[in-house]
């Protein structure tokens, strides 16, 4: 248990479902990221938010939608999914941004896009 | 630029030794280690700062050649439960914000 949840584990939807995953820490942490992994690819980082600010979005297509509405909570709101978007996605938490700062990652949402 | 990761796969049997390395063509001031069991989270394990200091936890242990913008995670006497997938990531100095991750290195720990 890293201190970092996410919900739903699973989750299988339609591409033209609207979905949302939930991703809390309990770690008093300032900055969480949000990650893709795909089988046989290195990890993909896709948005970063410090004290609630979005601090980075790494070319994420606009059918991902994040939301911080505070420090320990981050969501990513999914639309209008690919086949391809189907992967792990994976949160994490760290006490500040930056490269100094090891990262406390959740168990993931299996997506399954249809 | 993602780091590279050799070798991308190596079986052990318990007790052997085994290093990872990870290597990056842009100047470093900092690498991470991670670890992730199959259906789990990667877990941190240990990360190495601008400055060549070597590391150390339980028997596993890693160095950071900042000149050569390199680093390598040393498994001594492994044990069944070090089976996994090793990750470098690695902070370049002109990207203060962001950890790239490399490939990954699967390890596999046999009786």
């Known amino acids: 248990e890293t201190g970092v949840t996410q919900t739903p584990r699973h989750l299988v939807m339609g591409m033209t479902n609207k979905k949302s995953l939930k991703c809390e820490q309990h770690l008093g942490h300032n900055a969480m990221y949000w990650y893709k992994q795909s089988a046989k690819k290195p990890l993909e980082l896709m948005f970063v938010?410090?004290?609630?600010?979005?601090?980075e979005n790494n070319s994420v297509p606009s059918r991902f939608s994040p939301e911080c509405p505070n420090s320990s909570h981050l969501f990513l709101h999914l639309h209008t999914l690919q086949p391809e978007d189907s992967a792990l996605y994976l949160c994490a938490s760290s006490q500040d941004k930056g490269i100094t700062y090891e990262q406390y990652f959740g168990p993931g949402t299996r997506l399954t896009v249809t | 630029q993602q780091p590279v990761q050799s070798p991308q796969a190596v079986i052990l049997r318990e007790g052997e030794d085994a290093v990872i390395n990870c290597s990056s063509s842009?100047?470093?001031?900092?690498v991470h280690w991670y670890r992730q069991k199959h259906g789990e989270a990667p877990v941190f394990l240990m990360i190495?700062?601008?400055?060549?200091e070597q590391k150390g936890h339980e028997k596993i242990s890693a160095s950071f050649n900042e000149k050569k913008q390199q680093s390598s995670l040393y498994l001594t006497a492994s044990q069944l439960s070090y089976s996994g997938t090793y990750f470098c990531g690695t902070g370049v100095v002109a990207s203060y914000d962001k950890v790239i991750f490399g490939p990954g290195t699967s390890l596999s720990v046999i009786p």
């Open positions: 938010y410090n004290f609630k600010e979005q601090t």
């Open positions: 842009k100047a470093l001031y900092s």
């Open positions: 190495l700062l601008k400055g060549g």
